[in-house]
């Protein structure tokens, strides 16, 4: 009996403790938030369509990209793959039958929940204005919108992240099958923990920033003010000190999805996996050095500008040293290109792009140019939604028969991959020229002269559209109507394919014991 | 917790497994993974206060002066006199700890109710501390009648209330839970995962403690020697 | 563990804590300039590895746990370091306080 008959009601979903339905919770819940960021992405993209603000007023626009941004980041993004993917897969991958507190995890999600309600409950009554980084002053003294709300929604869903995070690293301490050494990890598992040393490291950072934002903007009184000899720039340190780590949060478990895919596609065990450990591990702990890069010309000091820049560069070793063993794992590979494998380089692609792009924002006298224009917009859209939207969709296909039992139609995949890939790059690679060329962001009206590359972005950005209403549409059809998968479909190596798919609730019948490397891949040997 | 295990768990030893073929104390086993993951909630915690210490550290480099006048108006010996009730109150939870890992039912009861007794005191003082507070008119945005250097003055009482605030939130929250798991053991006797709880409680409580060991000279001790 | 030990060493400890207190009350009300804040904190760094070390067990505890220990007070020492990094070495211009309009 799979996890999946075990219960058919409601109340069986909500009050489960099994790992494998928080995590379908959590899809479910984050996939209600794409669409409802993606929503505000589109009216963004349809006003941009003119250089006039016509569809939307400068307040309404505000309010559009500040709602994009927080949805975005905090509701899909950070919770996407660990929350998700992460909580199906983990414990099966190192042969355990739960998480270490299953009781904490549904909580973590009833958190979510909580959250997800007062940062509705913020747009219902009338939105925020400050974007999603919340400066301050803006934030505390002169916006008229509902700051407090949405704080408290990120404050609140910040507590499910560090609870997550918790539970994943007790989990891969106390819990790995006989066997499962920690060299034996499969990336994925290894990138989930490192990404959760940072939830839990980070969040809290940020917890306490909003503490004294919301307490500040309520009492009139508060560290963060100049005009009581306070500091703005404190709330920056403190804000990117959780924010720019939150970016490893968001590419990192990415960086485990892709590198499981292509190993398993290129049929070839992954190039150098030790260095991937260790490049995984280094990416999480470089991350916490570099969050002034984000504060430039914010009137930090420029010494202090220069220490964060030279340890920025420095994050860019690790990260090359993924992309080159990537490749190398796909040179002589015997590659078969499906749906996930399509998402998988269609990451590796992106996320160089993006990480390339980085390094301009890391060099101080090309972000003076830089800074607050379209260029960091398009930068971070390569990392976020080319890098992580694309390997969390290519998990999704990945492991769609394991977690559903049912094949998706594999053409539907392809196109929707393709789609994706396309629509993605015509959206976002005009913007990268506007900002070069010094369109601002976050403002709803323009120059007419960038009007044509503002066109290609918002036509982009419709085909962005269909390629990820497309997933919903097969991959739900593919629940009532897809053929039944078996255990392995892809003849892939990890744990979790030992098993049937979909698992029974306690994942594996007989505790597997581990005696080998991970992605034991024969590079002659193609797909059944 | 012997010598033996006194190295990071990195081999492949599963643990589930290993109790599973007997080789390994169930009991033992839950403990080391309550201990582990509380540690790690002590991390995020300790983080979550981090951010509060660096504003603070913002305002004292900045306003030496400042702070210094301000934290004359704090009561430095009902914040003494708390600091000696919270660090005995840690001693009382580690005997608690202690008579439940013997399994000394009435005695960790009894322990318990003491460290919680401690923990309301030091709510009681912090309460009174407070009133006195709110009658110099020493709480910024709500009643903030402090004449000289306002500016400075205004920020460190307002560090002061969020610290302190949140600090005296922890600690009711201890005081709750310890006193729920006090009232568990009035009668039952006392199985295994109750000594783990009682285990990872101690541990809550030991660090609220050590928060208020840092916030005491930071609030209290700046400038006695005036 | 032997009964009466470890309750020993508690005891100790605790009396050691309670004498930190006096010191650190002491040595507060004595001019000592730049020394005040720092024998300050570093009595209370002392107070706080002594809770730590014996009420928490980590004298005793598997490197693991020392391991999370410490992860936090060096994350946090990234954060002072760094920020401190910009404090050290900025110039601050003070602007006149525009009043917000609308209020």
């Excluded at chain 1, 899909?76 to 507190?101: C, H, K």
């Excluded at chain 1, 992309?323 to 590979?333: D, E, P, R, S």
């Excluded at chain 2, 201890?174 to 798991?181: K, R, S």
Aim: proline share 5%.
């Amino acid at each position: 009996m799979s996890y999946l008959e075990e219960g058919f009601t409601l109340r069986s979903w909500l009050t489960t403790r099994d790992h494998k339905r928080i995590g379908i919770l959590y899809a479910l819940a984050i996939t209600v938030f794409f669409f409802l960021g993606g929503a505000a992405a589109a009216i963004i993209r349809l006003e941009l369509l003119t250089p006039q603000g016509d569809l939307v007023s400068a307040d309404t626009y505000n309010k559009l990209f500040t709602i994009h941004g927080v949805v975005m980041v905090w509701f899909f993004l950070i919770p996407s793959i660990p929350s998700t993917l992460g909580n199906f897969l983990l414990p099966m991958m190192i042969g355990a039958r739960e998480v270490a507190f299953p009781r904490l995890n549904i909580i973590s999600w009833y958190i979510y929940v909580l959250g997800a309600t007062f940062t509705v409950g913020a747009v219902i009554a009338g939105g925020v204005d400050t974007g999603w980084t919340f400066y301050t002053p803006l934030s505390t003294l002169f916006s008229n919108t509902h700051v407090v709300a949405a704080v408290m929604g990120v404050f609140i869903v910040g507590f499910s992240s560090i609870l997550t995070g918790l539970n994943f690293i007790v989990t891969v301490h106390r819990m790995r099958a006989p066997g499962m050494t920690w060299f034996r990890m499969p990336l994925f598992v290894w990138a989930n923990y490192a990404t959760s040393l940072i939830l839990v490291l980070a969040t809290p950072v940020l917890a306490m920033t909003l503490v004294l934002l919301a307490t500040e903007r309520l009492l009139h009184v508060g560290i963060f003010d100049p005009a009581l000899g306070g500091d703005p720039l404190l709330f920056q340190h403190l804000f990117w000190f959780y924010s720019h780590p939150a970016v490893y949060i968001m590419v990192l478990p990415a960086m485990g999805v892709a590198s499981e895919i292509i190993t398993c596609f290129a049929r070839k065990r992954i190039f150098g996996y030790k260095f991937m450990c260790y490049a995984i591990l280094g990416i999480a702990g470089f991350g916490f050095l570099v969050w002034g890069h984000h504060m430039f010309v914010s009137g930090q000091s420029a010494y202090a500008g220069m220490v964060f820049s030279m340890l920025s560069f420095m994050v860019a070793v690790p990260s090359a040293i993924k992309v080159f063993n990537w490749t190398a794992t796909l040179y002589k590979g015997s590659i078969e290109f499906t749906a996930p494998m399509l998402y998988a380089l269609g990451f590796v692609g992106l996320f160089t792009i993006g990480g390339m792009t980085g390094l301009y924002l890391a060099a101080i006298a090309l972000d003076v140019h830089l800074t607050d224009t379209y260029f960091v917009i398009a930068h971070f859209h390569y990392i976020m939604v080319g890098g992580s939207v694309m390997a969390y969709l290519g998990g999704i296909h990945f492991w769609w028969p394991k977690i559903t039992g049912r094949l998706y139609s594999e053409a539907w995949g392809r196109v929707g991959a393709i789609t994706i890939f396309a629509g993605f790059n015509l959206t976002f690679f005009p913007q990268y020229l506007l900002g070069f060329l010094g369109m601002p962001r976050r403002y709803h009206s323009y120059p007419p002269e960038f009007q044509l590359l503002n066109i290609l972005s918002s036509a982009g950005a419709a085909v962005l559209a269909v390629g990820y209403l497309l997933p919903l549409i097969y991959l739900g059809w593919s629940l009532f109507l897809g053929k039944r998968a078996s255990p392995n479909p892809w003849h892939a190596r990890g744990l979790e394919w030992k098993t049937a798919s979909p698992p029974p609730k306690e994942n594996f019948h007989e505790t597997p014991e581990v005696d080998a490397v991970p992605y034991a891949y024969n590079p002659e040997e193609k797909l059944a | 917790m012997s010598a033996s295990s006194r190295e990071i768990d990195a081999g492949g030893r599963g643990e589930p497994d290993r109790h599973a073929r007997g080789d390994v104390d169930p009991r033992a086993w839950r403990e080391e993974t309550a201990s582990l993951g509380m540690w790690v909630f002590l991390a995020t915690e300790l983080m979550f206060f981090g951010g509060l210490f660096l504003a603070y550290l913002y305002l004292r480099t900045h306003d030496p002066e400042g702070v210094a006048a301000a934290s004359t108006h704090t009561h430095e010996w009902l914040g003494t006199i708390n600091t000696a009730i919270l660090l005995t109150s840690s001693f009382a939870m580690a005997l608690a700890v202690h008579a439940a890992k013997d399994a000394r039912r009435k005695a960790a009861q009894r322990l318990l109710v003491v460290t919680a007794a401690f923990g309301l005191a030091f709510l009681v003082v912090k309460g009174i501390e407070y009133g006195m507070e709110w009658r110099d008119g020493l709480v910024p945005g709500l009643r903030f009648t402090l004449a000289e250097n306002t500016r400075t003055a205004t920020l460190f009482f307002f560090l002061y209330f969020v610290a302190t605030g949140i600090h005296a939130v922890h600690l009711a929250i201890g005081v709750a839970t310890v006193l729920w798991i006090a009232w568990r053991l009035r009668a039952a006797a006392l199985p295994g995962w109750r000594v783990d709880e009682i285990d990872v409680l101690g541990l809550y409580w030991h660090f609220v403690d050590a928060v208020w060991i840092f916030l005491y000279p930071l609030f209290y001790l700046v400038n006695l020697n005036a | 563990m032997k009964a009466g030990r470890p309750i020993r060493a508690y005891a100790i400890t605790w009396a050691a804590l309670l004498l930190l207190l006096a010191l650190t009350f002491g040595l507060a009300h004595l001019k000592l300039g730049a020394f005040n804040p720092v024998a300050s904190l570093v009595i209370a760094a002392v107070k706080a590895a002594l809770v730590a070390l014996f009420f928490m067990h980590l004298r005793r505890a598997r490197a693991l746990l020392v391991l999370f220990a410490l992860v936090a007070p060096f994350a946090l020492a990234i954060l002072f370091a760094l920020s401190g990094a910009d404090y050290a070495t900025r110039e601050v211009h003070p602007a006149p306080w525009v009043a917000p309009r609308g209020e």
